[in-house]
Each structure stands twice: as C-alpha cells, then as structure tokens.
C-alpha cells in the first residue's frame, strides 16, 4: 500500500532534514514525500533540491505562501493515494 507524506515547510531549514531523515529511517518503503515549500526565505529550497537529487521518492515544489491548503487539494485530486499523512 503506497502512503503519500506531505510536509508543508516555511523556513524550516532548521528543522528539515531532520524531519527527512526522520521517514528515510523507516522499515516501510512504500511511500512518497511531498515536502511544499511556502515560500521560505531561507535557505530552505536548497536543502530541499539536495534530498530530491537523492532520491526520487522526494518531491518537493515552490507555492505561494499560503496556498499549501489549495496546492494539496489540487495534488490530492491528481493522484489516487491510498494513504495521505501529514507530517
């Protein structure tokens, strides 16, 4: 059963590859990460293209901040996802 991890981030460079690692350090493999950067002016993209070139269950994109809500909706409907957590 796949499950989708979406994680919004908003200059969360502090805290981000923490919480990668944190589901990359888990036995279950059958997922993917959706991390939405929210306009972070931090260096929050940047760490976030390094995960992404890692692997390919990363996927993370630029929004406008504040349009997490309506960006997950669209994602939401595009895929069919079994489970849909958010971290």
């Not at 690692?21 to 002016?41: A, K």
């Not at 992404?52 to 895929?79: D, E, G, I, L």
Request: with cysteine.
């Amino acid at each position: 059963m796949k499950v989708s991890i979406v994680t919004p981030c908003y200059n969360g460079s502090k805290y981000i590859a923490e919480t990668i690692n944190s589901v990359l350090n888990q036995t279950y493999q059958d997922w993917e990460m959706i991390i939405v950067n929210d306009g972070s002016t931090d260096n929050s993209a940047e760490i976030l293209s390094e995960f992404a070139k890692k692997r390919p269950t990363h996927k993370s994109f630029n929004a406008k901040k504040w349009r997490f809500c309506k960006r997950t909706k669209q994602r939401h409907q595009k895929r069919k996802w079994q489970i849909l957590s958010f971290a």
